[in-house]
């Protein structure tokens, strides 16, 4: 079984439970329920998905020396995580997530980036691991100063080591500080160097600035620029219109490290959507970008075909949907075929 270094953003998420009366009103006390505090953001998300579903993940960030970085710290362990690896920044405090979320309303953050911002990669022991994945560099300014040069460098120093790296991106808020930044250019960089990238397709619009409504081509048409630009494998999730895999040439996939040079040769140019699995009654949407991306990596983990990848990723999406982790059982009840990338590969690695 491969093991993952998932490093970039992390926080703490704190919910409180909301009724239809819930509002901010000055001078006033509104009733609202209990309080829950779990991991977030890319390390906690996407490492927790794939930690649920049997891989051994190896967390890297900056945390705060505070009250909430101790308690991210026993929160990494008590979920299984491999031996944290967080730096801690002596003048920012840990980084947390405001979640308001009304049922049936997609959730807004009020997010403090914290300790974030000092994360820069350079403590990331990547030639461990067979695969790199970073998430949420719109969030990390430490890794984009000089057009992403710091991002590019870490992936760069990652592939030449033979290891295999993975992108995610978040929504770029054109009032952030961040906003401002040659998105174009700064992707057009780290791009050269990413095997993986897995954004939203709201990801890469606010990225890039434009306004566009889902298209089958419109959706293709910007996979097929992340090729050119040199990535790998490209998967675009777009919400109800599913999920979108993008692949590049034989010959670059072979140059894509450990994980990618095992592939079989059926995943070399391939465009693929699969649509989403129904969600009868969603309790959240929080995470459920994130065990996307930990459910495609899994399968490539696991040397699954592209459409078992591409299923398994939105059907870990569901499960996070349903606020249940994406384990092999919960997964395979949804879907019962993908029993098969969890139980058959593990039959054969015990051979």
């Not at 490539?300 to 591409?310: D, V």
Request: negative net charge.
């Amino acid at each position: 079984m491969h093991s993952i270094a998932v490093a970039g953003h992390i926080c703490l998420d704190i919910a409180p439970l909301l009724s239809d009366q819930a509002r901010i009103d000055p001078g006033s006390l509104v009733e609202v329920g209990p309080l829950t505090v779990t991991l977030g953001g890319s390390v906690a998300n996407t490492g927790g998905a794939l930690t649920s579903l049997g891989m051994n993940v190896f967390p890297y960030a900056t945390i705060g020396d505070d009250e909430l970085g101790r308690l991210l710290t026993e929160k990494l362990t008590e979920e299984g995580f491999s031996a944290p690896q967080l730096s801690v920044s002596p003048r920012l405090a840990t980084s947390y997530s405001l979640v308001i979320e009304k049922e049936g309303v997609d959730r807004t953050f009020w997010h403090h980036t914290g300790a974030n911002a000092e994360f820069t990669g350079a403590a990331v022991d990547s030639a461990q691991h067979p695969l790199l994945h970073i998430g949420y560099p719109p969030l990390l300014p430490g890794l984009l100063e000089n057009n992403g040069d710091t991002l590019r460098h870490l992936f760069a120093r990652a592939r030449a080591a033979g290891v295999t790296t993975s992108l995610d991106l978040a929504v770029v808020d054109p009032d952030s500080p961040v906003g401002s930044l040659d998105w174009e250019a700064i992707l057009h960089s780290i791009f050269g160097q990413t095997d993986i990238a897995t954004p939203s397709l709201d990801d890469l619009t606010s990225a890039l600035g434009i306004y566009q409504e889902y298209s089958p081509e419109g959706v293709e048409a910007l996979a097929e620029q992340l090729i050119t630009q040199g990535v790998a494998i490209v998967a675009i999730s777009a919400g109800q219109h599913g999920l979108h895999l993008r692949t590049a040439s034989e010959k670059r996939l072979r140059e894509g490290g450990a994980v990618l040079a095992a592939l079989p040769d059926s995943w070399a140019d391939r465009s693929i959507t699969v649509a989403p699995l129904p969600v009868d009654h969603p309790v959240t949407t929080n995470g459920a970008g994130d065990a996307s991306t930990a459910g495609l990596l899994f399968g490539l983990s696991r040397g699954a075909t592209p459409e078992q990848a591409a299923e398994l990723a939105v059907t870990c999406s569901a499960v996070a949907m349903n606020a249940a982790r994406p384990t092999p059982q919960t997964v395979s009840q949804l879907s019962p075929a993908l029993a098969s990338v969890f139980y058959d590969q593990g039959r054969k690695e015990r051979q």
